[in-house]
């Protein structure tokens, strides 16, 4: 599922997934960050010389910058798919660390309640 269905599902008790939302996503052009969702192909990233996003280390966004990664997007590259799905694995990968770390300090309802008012979600 989406970011908000897996913090959601954690409140529900799930402590398993298999999700092919991230990889899915990233063939489509949609990137996860902390503070929006990016549809690469969009214009404004024609410009953008900055990665997906700045608190990301993951290796797409320690290498390369959202008009580059529009640029490889747009003219079909599968190189595109592939280091957007680098990020998007990433950005789920800390998501789920952030989702443990929030349980293991008795803190997840905070953090869902703070996930969810960002994302708009449940």
């Known amino acids: 599922g989406t970011p908000e269905d897996i913090v959601y599902?954690?409140?529900?008790?799930?402590?398993?997934?298999?999700?092919?939302?991230?990889?899915?996503?990233?063939?489509?052009?949609l990137l996860f960050t902390n503070s929006?969702?990016?549809?690469?192909?969009?214009?404004?990233?024609?410009?953008?010389?900055a990665p997906i996003d700045e608190t990301?280390?993951?290796?797409?966004?320690?290498?390369?910058?959202?008009?580059?990664?529009?640029?490889?997007?747009?003219a079909g590259e599968i190189l595109a798919m592939v280091?957007?799905?680098?990020?998007?694995?990433?950005?789920y990968m800390r998501l789920l660390e952030q989702i443990r770390a929030a349980l293991e300090k008795n803190s997840f309802t905070q953090f869902k309640n703070t996930f969810m008012k960002k994302e708009g979600g449940v």
């Open 56 to 74: 990301c280390d993951c290796y797409t966004c320690r290498n390369f910058s959202r008009a580059y990664l529009r640029h490889l997007y747009i």
């Open 83 to 91: 280091l957007n799905t680098i990020h998007n694995v990433h950005y």
């Open 9 to 29: 599902g954690v409140s529900c008790g799930i402590d398993m997934f298999d999700c092919v939302i991230p990889t899915r996503s990233a063939r489509h052009g």
């Open 36 to 49: 929006e969702k990016i549809v690469i192909k969009n214009a404004r990233f024609r410009e953008d010389d």
